[in-house]
């Protein structure tokens, strides 16, 4: 039974829109909208008081309309710290961007461009070249095309060129990308033919050869990105792909997934495949993402063969992924320090690769020493973090994590999330873990801070 008597006590809506603190609302909101939030408000407060709450002073109500109203004006996507040691974390925004792409981006963003434009001719020009000069330059590719994700990409190729025709792909790249995306119902839906060939982990040349047919337009080569394949397994090499392609009038389309431009090697990581390697291997196409390896923002990148860039530049379904100026603009000045050899010290995702393990070490030492006697035991310990994204399946590099141990690490977890600044830590063994890899060092005084805060309960 709800309680009537407390029901009662709750102010009007007219009542609570006079109070002084909602009067202060007024400059900002318009009368409708207000009401409209202190309705809320009050609904919400009924639902509470039937459940056995009793009613709230006047005084409480209006400063829940002054939250309401804030939260109605705070946007739901926000900068988070990212303290997991996970170097491209998809739930977080994968690659963070340089400060030069921020720059290209906030210039071109904050008022009109050449996008479409010949500055020389005065004439309408194409988006599209702005970043291909420096694409192929930087991998060697005749051409290429910038799209609104790696995903769309690969559509696009397959809607492109096999379109009503064959596909052939090994039952071992038949994947899911992530998100509950399979690469088959990206295949479908490009009206391309899905041909199956060998095993989920042996697929043979004579394979491919057996399925091979007048109706082949394609075969797709998609790598590993998400997991590793370990024991009886065999991959057919991408060479001999190439030439049993050309040989049929077929075309070698490789979705390489995070396209590497660097190697991965000296950071005492596994070998990933570069896009240049791929390209050198003999694919027809290369396909792979702006915002993973790459270091940039979300973007699908096509190179290889001008012809084929050319039809596909063409195609319908290019104006449905088209990529947005902000997007080039970034990923052009995202680029740029591959050319000059400079993406190690220029690209955060690159830097975050390659911390030396004392540079960790001692802003892990820095971060304790802050935070030494604030109720907690901290100490630095070994850890690994990881580079994620669907880039370097199992492969970790070691770092130094601050370690914090409280009776409940999972409520210090939370009240790091939920924070004024947003952090995202790791509970490891009942020790809630804080890795200085993938927190950039313009954020280490709001970690700590906040770190300060989540402390006191
Ligand atoms: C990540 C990935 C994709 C999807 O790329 P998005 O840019 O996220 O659309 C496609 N293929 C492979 C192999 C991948 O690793």
Request: hydrophobic fraction near 40%.
């Given at each position: 039974m709800a309680n009537r008597e407390e029901l009662r006590k709750l102010p009007s809506v007219d009542r609570l829109s006079g109070h002084p603190k909602v009067v202060e609302l007024r400059d900002r909101w318009e009368r409708d909208r207000l009401n409209l939030i202190i309705r809320r408000v009050l609904e919400d407060e009924r639902k509470l008081i039937a459940s056995g709450a009793s009613c709230p002073s006047e005084e409480a109500l209006a400063q829940k309309v002054v939250w309401?109203?804030?939260?109605?004006?705070?946007?739901s996507l926000k900068p988070v710290i990212n303290a997991t040691g996970v170097i491209l974390h998809t739930n977080l925004g994968r690659a963070p961007l340089s400060p030069e792409a921020i720059r290209a981006m906030v210039g071109v963003g904050s008022g009109y461009s050449n996008l479409e434009f010949i500055l020389e001719e005065g004439q309408r020009g194409s988006r599209y070249v702005h970043a291909e000069e420096l694409l192929?330059?930087?991998?060697?590719?005749?051409?290429?095309?910038?799209?609104?994700?790696?995903?769309?990409?690969?559509?696009?190729?397959?809607?492109?060129?096999?379109?009503?025709?064959?596909?052939?792909?090994?039952?071992?790249?038949?994947?899911?990308?992530?998100?509950?995306?399979?690469?088959?119902?990206?295949?479908?839906?490009?009206?391309?033919?899905?041909?199956?060939?060998?095993?989920?982990?042996?697929?043979?040349?004579?394979?491919?050869?057996?399925?091979?047919?007048?109706?082949t337009a394609i075969i797709l080569h998609v790598h590993h990105s998400n997991f590793q394949m370990a024991g009886f397994v065999h991959e057919t090499p991408l060479p001999d792909l190439a030439?049993?392609?050309?040989?049929?009038?077929?075309?070698?389309?490789?979705?390489?997934?995070?396209?590497?431009?660097?190697?991965?090697?000296?950071?005492?990581?596994?070998?990933?495949?570069?896009?240049?390697?791929?390209?050198?291997?003999?694919?027809?196409?290369?396909?792979?993402?702006?915002?993973?390896?790459?270091?940039?923002?979300?973007?699908?990148?096509?190179?290889?063969d001008a012809r084929l860039i050319g039809r596909l530049k063409a195609h319908p379904l290019t104006r449905a992924i088209r990529v947005d100026k902000l997007i080039l603009a970034g990923l052009q000045a995202t680029l740029i320090p591959y050319l000059n050899g400079r993406a190690t010290e220029r690209i955060p995702v690159w830097q975050m690769l390659a911390s030396p393990i004392e540079e960790l070490e001692a802003r892990a030492e820095r971060w304790r020493a802050e935070l030494e006697g604030q109720g907690a035991q901290v100490e630095v310990v070994d850890s690994r973090s990881t580079v994620g994204g669907g880039s370097l399946p199992g492969q970790t590099l070691p770092t130094r994590a601050l370690s914090i141990s409280v009776p409940d690490p999972s409520g210090l977890a939370h009240r790091l999330r939920v924070g004024e600044v947003a952090v995202v830590a790791r509970v490891e063994h009942d020790k809630l873990l804080l890795d200085p890899r993938t927190v950039l060092p313009h954020q280490e005084e709001d970690l700590l801070r906040a770190v300060s805060e989540a402390l006191k309960g």
């Amino acid at each position: 039974m709800a309680n009537r008597e407390e029901l009662r006590k709750l102010p009007s809506v007219d009542r609570l829109s006079g109070h002084p603190k909602v009067v202060e609302l007024r400059d900002r909101w318009e009368r409708d909208r207000l009401n409209l939030i202190i309705r809320r408000v009050l609904e919400d407060e009924r639902k509470l008081i039937a459940s056995g709450a009793s009613c709230p002073s006047e005084e409480a109500l209006a400063q829940k309309v002054v939250w309401g109203a804030a939260g109605w004006e705070e946007p739901s996507l926000k900068p988070v710290i990212n303290a997991t040691g996970v170097i491209l974390h998809t739930n977080l925004g994968r690659a963070p961007l340089s400060p030069e792409a921020i720059r290209a981006m906030v210039g071109v963003g904050s008022g009109y461009s050449n996008l479409e434009f010949i500055l020389e001719e005065g004439q309408r020009g194409s988006r599209y070249v702005h970043a291909e000069e420096l694409l192929c330059r930087i991998t060697g590719a005749e051409a290429a095309l910038v799209v609104n994700n790696n995903a769309s990409a690969v559509l696009l190729v397959l809607a492109g060129l096999a379109h009503g025709r064959e596909a052939l792909i090994s039952r071992g790249h038949l994947v899911e990308i992530g998100g509950g995306f399979r690469l088959p119902d990206v295949m479908r839906q490009s009206g391309a033919r899905l041909v199956e060939v060998g095993t989920t982990n042996r697929t043979y040349l004579r394979d491919y050869q057996e399925a091979m047919s007048e109706e082949t337009a394609i075969i797709l080569h998609v790598h590993h990105s998400n997991f590793q394949m370990a024991g009886f397994v065999h991959e057919t090499p991408l060479p001999d792909l190439a030439a049993l392609a050309r040989r049929r009038d077929a075309k070698l389309v490789n979705d390489l997934g995070s396209g590497a431009l660097l190697d991965t090697d000296p950071m005492g990581l596994a070998h990933e495949p570069t896009v240049q390697e791929g390209l050198a291997d003999g694919s027809d196409l290369v396909c792979f993402s702006g915002d993973k390896l790459l270091g940039g923002p979300q973007a699908g990148i096509i190179v290889g063969d001008a012809r084929l860039i050319g039809r596909l530049k063409a195609h319908p379904l290019t104006r449905a992924i088209r990529v947005d100026k902000l997007i080039l603009a970034g990923l052009q000045a995202t680029l740029i320090p591959y050319l000059n050899g400079r993406a190690t010290e220029r690209i955060p995702v690159w830097q975050m690769l390659a911390s030396p393990i004392e540079e960790l070490e001692a802003r892990a030492e820095r971060w304790r020493a802050e935070l030494e006697g604030q109720g907690a035991q901290v100490e630095v310990v070994d850890s690994r973090s990881t580079v994620g994204g669907g880039s370097l399946p199992g492969q970790t590099l070691p770092t130094r994590a601050l370690s914090i141990s409280v009776p409940d690490p999972s409520g210090l977890a939370h009240r790091l999330r939920v924070g004024e600044v947003a952090v995202v830590a790791r509970v490891e063994h009942d020790k809630l873990l804080l890795d200085p890899r993938t927190v950039l060092p313009h954020q280490e005084e709001d970690l700590l801070r906040a770190v300060s805060e989540a402390l006191k309960g």
